[in-house]
T-cell receptor
Framework: GESVGLHLPTLSVQEGDNSIINCAYS??????FIWYKQESGKGPQFIID?????DKRQGQRVTVLLNKTVKHLSLQIAATQPGDSAVYFC??????????FGTGTRLTVIP | GAVVSQHPSRVICKSGTSVKIECRSL??????MFWYRQFPKQSLMLMAT?????????EQGVEKDKFLINHASLTLSTLTVTSAHPEDSSFYIC?????????????FGPGTRLTVL
């Protein structure tokens, strides 16, 4: 598989601040990237996606940035809320439709 | 949005028994489904890709005789963990590709927590 870690990086932010979660992907041939949110004991929930022909995409309170030169993906969450606390995974598509997930980052929002 | 369900959500079994996990796409047809395994505090690891009406494609290191996958219809894929052992205890998650959608989004089920005693 692609990059998979054995422990989760963590990020703590104050409620109302902006959050930036980073992800380094490994396959330069990947053409599609997705950010997922996973709450404890639940399956991943789609947040936002971006194709390799774009470098930025915005959703509601979220923005994904793609830098293909350095194989870097980031997720920006504006005005972070307690409900945003979760583990966030980036995933890259390689091959037909196989998704490979990154290490994940645990976001904790401090009220 | 598209909904994917899994059953059961939680199962505890004795070592040596087999456990079947179902994955259903509730409001769309899924020609392709995926099975992932997730250990605590780790990422999702793709186990296999399941295509309706054909044999599943397993990732390297995943034993196809131990993790039996059947995708008999466009809305149902099953994963059977045969002769389960404690090291098979994990969170198993399926996802389904909405073949009729204009995007390539995979929709994930809620996961099944397997505990083997």
């Amino acid at each position: 598989g692609e990059s998979v870690g054995l422990h989760l990086p963590t990020l703590s932010v104050q409620e109302g601040d902006n959050s930036i979660i980073n992800c380094a992907y490994s396959n330069s041939a990947s053409d599609y990237f997705i950010w997922y949110k996973q709450e404890s004991g639940k399956g991943p929930q789609f947040i936002i996606d971006i194709r390799s022909n774009m470098d930025k995409r915005q959703g509601q309170r979220v923005t994904v940035l793609l830098n293909k030169t350095v194989k870097h993906l980031s997720l920006q969450i504006a005005a972070t809320q307690p409900g945003d606390s979760a583990v966030y995974f980036c995933a890259e598509r390689t091959g037909a439709n196989n998704l490979f997930f990154g290490t994940g980052t645990r976001l904790t929002v401090i009220p | 949005g598209a909904v994917v369900s899994q059953h059961p959500s939680r199962v505890i079994c004795k070592s040596g028994t087999s456990v079947k996990i179902e994955c259903r796409s509730l409001d769309f047809q899924a020609t392709t489904m995926f099975w992932y395994r997730q250990f605590p505090k780790q990422s999702l690891m793709l186990m296999a890709t399941s295509n309706e009406g054909s044999k599943a494609t397993y990732e390297q290191g995943v034993e196809k005789d131990k993790f039996l996958i059947n995708h008999a219809s466009l809305t149902l894929s099953t994963l059977t963990v045969t002769s389960a052992h404690p090291e098979d205890s994990s969170f198993y998650i399926c996802s389904a590709l909405n073949g009729g959608a204009s995007t390539d989004t995979q929709y994930f089920g809620p996961g099944t927590r397997l505990t083997v005693l």
